[in-house]
């Protein structure tokens, strides 16, 4: 079945440091969308890729979909306390069934003031 | 709208006992679907619906049961809690199964199994 791996699982950094989480899958995903659950709270949608070779921006975040629609970043530049929480990828597989998307672990960011 | 509604916010059962989780949604989405979420397993999908009368298993369907009856609601149902049941979970919705519909996610529920 579909898998989707995101590394790394934790990552500190101090304020103002990037940070980076990758997300691969096993298949060919149809796009690829982006969550962040602040601590104690629910995911919230950031963005999507659908695109092979995508590149989307917002503000200080920077969101890659691979050429072969099979891998995905995420990049923070520049880091605030305000960025703490997890990211998590999302994805379906390429003709798939429709419902199921398939969520990645999730990158569990701190950032240190 | 207030969007995607879950009910209990905190609930403690013991082992054997049976509870049904509240999700609604208020925005007339197609798709809903039942998560949990355990520490560093990110989010597994249990339940799922396409639609009024329509449910079909997730990743970890197993102890728990769905049922669609209105576009708005779609409970989740613990037959016969277990410690392993512990967890907090999500439910979420979309406006269709069309591949490119972002999911709303409800507050979650969290879930203690004595």
């Known amino acids: 079945g579909q898998q989707v791996m995101q590394i790394p699982q934790y990552q500190h950094v101090q304020e103002g440091e990037d940070f980076t989480t990758y997300c691969n899958s096993s298949t060919t995903l149809s796009n690829i969308q982006w969550y962040k659950q602040r601590p104690g709270g629910h995911p919230v949608f950031l963005i999507q890729?659908?695109?092979?070779?995508e590149v989307k921006k917002q503000k200080r975040l920077t969101f890659q979909f691979g050429e072969a629609k099979k891998n995905s970043s995420l990049h923070i530049t520049a880091t605030q306390t305000t960025d703490v929480g997890t990211y998590f990828c999302?994805?379906?597989?390429?003709?798939?069934?429709?419902?199921?998307?398939?969520f990645g672990r999730g990158t569990q960011l701190t950032v240190w003031p | 709208n207030a969007g995607v509604t879950q009910t209990p916010k905190f609930q403690v059962l013991k082992t054997g006992q049976s509870m049904t989780l509240q999700c609604a949604q208020d925005?007339?989405?197609?798709?809903m679907s039942w998560y949990r979420q355990d520490p560093g397993m990110g989010l597994r999908l249990i339940h799922y619906s396409v639609g009024a009368g329509i449910t079909d298993q997730g990743e970890v369907p197993n102890g728990y049961n769905v049922s669609r009856s209105t576009t708005e609601d779609f409970p989740l149902r613990l037959l016969s809690a277990a410690p392993s049941q512990t967890s907090v979970y999500f439910c979420?919705?979309?406006?269709?199964?069309?591949?490119?519909?972002?999911?709303?996610f409800g507050p979650g529920t969290r879930l203690t199994v004595l």
């Open positions: 999302a994805g379906r597989n390429r003709g798939s069934t429709l419902g199921r998307l398939c």
């Open positions: 979420a919705s979309s406006y269709s199964t069309q591949i490119t519909d972002t999911q709303y």
């Open positions: 890729l659908v695109k092979s070779g």
């Open positions: 925005m007339n989405h197609e798709y």
